[in-house]
């Protein structure tokens, strides 16, 4: 196996929703006549290689809308289907933000990248999915209509039926509805960079150095030298781009601290879009995470995907590394793997689907089969995109 | 539990722990019979408090193969009686308090359930590191109990509340069975049941250790009090300064009722009794800067309607001013033998017309409410001092109480911040939830504890837990 096969949707049938009654209908239907459902907001995640075993998909991608917005409350409630570009629209003229930036398109929905808790650069200061959403509805996979937490930033009536939904890729129910907790725009945002060294003791110091110096930065991301020119950088060196926001003098007092002894130099601010762009439709995704302190160690055996062809980028705070290869080879897969400790944690967000069997998530422990079984008894929801483990779920 | 076989579970648990640390006499447990919400009470069957890891895991699989429900329990500070152990076992996990890590590099440390939050951010002290959660009990409560109840505190405001802070909980399930949730060491794949156990009040098991984030200190801090003649004028002015963007690290309201207790106890901040109200505010950040954002701050206050603005000059004065908010529950056992704490949280833009309200229901039942609340959060505390002995006053202030707790649900809001649901707002849940989502918060709590042992009675009325055909609820089952 040394390149990806073609990747073809399959061709099902599809039910549209247009509301969450429909939604209910569809997985009431699907429950009862035990016909797993696949689950799509806008469709940009169909290509991730998990192999959902589905006849049917159920479309989200027309529920969707704002359903209340209260500028002063800086909270927004919206219909799943909603794409991050129309409430980013929606709430910019109020000189407000939506801080949840994963790679990949704005045409991405709210419902998935909750459900997905798909995090971007901003995860690592103020844009984790789970912290971002306030209230939920989501639809179990036996048709009930179920809502946890709720409009204001702070509660804590009940069990999180939020975070169980958040991250759980739709297999304990289908997010219908959500609110998240707006920012407003900062005074001052500007975003610097900075070379980075390429030797590991070198670039271990170095960004040591960036995470103790008197700065707060709301994003702070490594770019491989291969990303570097669609970002409008040298390709010579890998980079860390630093975002600051807040009041300006605070920010230049920060500048001021990050460039003490380094050369750095301001970039346009759109560099943040444009490292989110550059996330590959195919091939393999794989994200690496460790205490930061380790990112150093991560991010070198990263290079190895660069070097194959690919790219990699990490968000420094959360000590993830994000690497991709668009035809990924069997070898150099294996010797990357090889190259990492058995305490950091992996996780592949996107594989050619004929790799997914081996390289699928551990079997799902008891607590989490248990949750599912409660969840979704019959097992309709996004069946198998969880790994191979989930079927006994069924 | 008849008397013979509570002897006998007794005898059981201390020679697991040590008879010292098994209390089985009524004169004993009275101290056991409330936590930090007076108005209730409830007897344990008897206390056991284990001293280590070892023990807890070991007690809690001995009450596992006897079928004895349990109630975990920290400090006992909790605002909505969820320590209550009602003629059920008490498990008290206070002599559990060491700090068992702090990696000053990655800005996180491990502690047994009984640290007490205070000492946590004293432990972290010396590496320019903080906890950032802090409750106003947080000389005392522990970080087991912030774990299951969610813990707020006035500076969540900026930094975020207990969830947020926790990476990693090593959990005893009430079977016995310890498993790590969440992870400390990179992000694992699979559903969040770290942030599904933070704020399962004791419901799903009890924390051995937890893995908080620790936060950086502040280069710089100022803390300012704002008074207004009238509450409304100080609600208009929180709904603004959320609005403008600048994210204080506390903002904090006080009314009439509460400032005249503060000031007639021990903590007197030196708030102006005459004011109808105040704002305690609190910016932090880089040095630099700072003063800018504190002149924006204050020139809301004043467009508001503030009639003084103070800034406090020192860290004596700051820590007055704060005292005085921090201690003012405490203040308030000067009026009266008991006291009603509400946690709802309304929407920030409804704050003006919610107090109004507040105010109209005091006065329609003739009872005094104290305002004394998160307010850049949105996060009420109407408390009201009575004479718990007075059985008409008593009927009045639950009925005003039950109003309040209506108007806020009415405008958008919720039944509790921080404080958790507990016993006390038990019937509260069905104003916010319906039938299914209840249900579904009961399919959640037997995920983890099938038999619901755990924390029995809490949280979730029983009556919303109906069994669901054909679906096997006990873990490992198919």
Known sequence: MTTPEAVTLPEVPRLVATRGADVQDAVRDAHARREPLRIAGAGTWLHAGRPVAADTTLDLSRLSGIVEYVPGDLTLTARAGTSLAEIDDTVRANGQWLPLDAFGTTAGTLGATLATASAGPLAASIGLPRDVALGIAFVTGDGRLVRGGGRVVKNVAGFDLVRLAVGAWGTLGIIVEATVRLRARPETDRTLAMALPADRTALTTCLRRVREAEAAPVAAELVGASLAPRLGLDEGADWLLVRLAGNSEAVGAQEEALARGRHVHEVAPDVWQRLRATDPAEGLVVRLSQRPGELARLWTAAQRLEAAGGARHATLERGVVRAWVPMPDEDVIAAFLAELGAADARIFERLPPAWWPRLAPAPADPLARALRRAFDPAAVLNRGILGASEEQAG | ?478
């Open chain 2, 1 to 478: 539990m008849g008397d013979r076989m509570r002897s006998s579970l007794g005898r059981q648990l201390a020679a697991i722990c040590g008879p010292r640390h098994v209390l089985e006499r009524p004169a004993e447990l009275l101290v056991y019979t409330a936590d930090g919400l007076p108005g209730y009470r409830k007897r344990p069957s008897l206390a056991v408090f284990p001293g280590t890891r070892d023990e807890t895991v070991a007690v809690i699989r001995h009450l596992a193969r006897e079928g004895v429900p349990f109630v975990p329990r920290g400090a006992g500070t909790g605002l909505s009686g969820g320590a209550l152990a009602d003629d059920v076992v008490l498990l008290g996990l206070h002599r559990m308090r060491r700090v068992l890590a702090i990696d000053v590099e990655n800005r996180m440390a491990v502690v047994e359930p009984g640290v007490v939050n205070a000492s946590l951010s004293r432990a972290a002290a010396p590496f320019g590191l903080h906890y950032a959660p802090d409750p106003s009990s947080q000389a005392a409560c522990t970080i087991g109990g912030n774990v299951a109840e969610n813990a707020g505190g006035p500076h969540c405001l900026k930094y975020g509340v207990t969830l947020n802070h926790v990476l990693a909980v090593t959990a005893a399930l009430p079977d016995g069975e310890v498993i790590t949730l969440g992870s400390a060491e990179g992000e694992r794949e699979g559903y969040d049941l770290a942030g599904v156990f933070v704020g399962s009040e004791g419901c799903f098991g009890v924390a051995l250790d937890v893995t908080v984030r620790l936060t950086r200190n502040p280069q710089a801090v100022r803390t300012m009090l704002a008074d207004f003649t009238s509450l409304d004028a100080a609600a208009r002015t929180v709904s603004a300064i959320v609005a403008l963007g600048i994210v204080p690290a506390a903002l904090e309201m006080m009314d009439t009722g509460t400032i005249r207790a503060v000031e007639a106890s021990i903590f007197a901040a030196g708030y102006p009794i005459d004011a109808a109200a105040v704002l305690l505010i609190e910016l932090d950040g880089f040095r630099v800067g700072l003063d800018r954002d504190v002149e924006r701050v204050a020139a809301l206050c004043r467009a508001g309607g503030a009639r003084t603005l103070r800034v406090a000059s020192d860290e004596t004065e700051r820590a007055r001013l704060w005292q005085g908010r921090k201690k003012a529950f405490g203040a308030m056992g000067r009026i009266s033998s008991h006291l009603v704490v509400q946690d709802a949280v309304v929407p920030r833009t409804r704050l003006p017309e919610i107090l109004a309200e507040v105010g109209r229901i005091a006065q329609a039942h003739g009872v005094h409410v104290c305002n004394v609340f998160h307010a850049g959060d949105g996060n009420l505390h109407p408390n009201i001092a009575y004479d718990g002995t007075d059985a008409d006053e008593r009927a009045r202030v639950f009925a005003a109480m039950r109003e309040i707790m209506r108007a806020c649900v009415a405008a958008g809001g919720s039944v509790t911040g921080e404080h958790g649901i507990g016993l006390d707002k038990l019937e509260y849940m069905s104003l916010v939830f319906s039938d299914d989502s209840l249900d579904a918060m009961c399919r959640l709590r037997d995920v983890f504890d099938p038999e619901r042992r755990a924390n029995p009675g809490k949280v979730v009325p029983t009556r919303s837990c109906r069994e669901w055909a054909g679906t096997p609820a006990a873990r490992g089952a198919g």
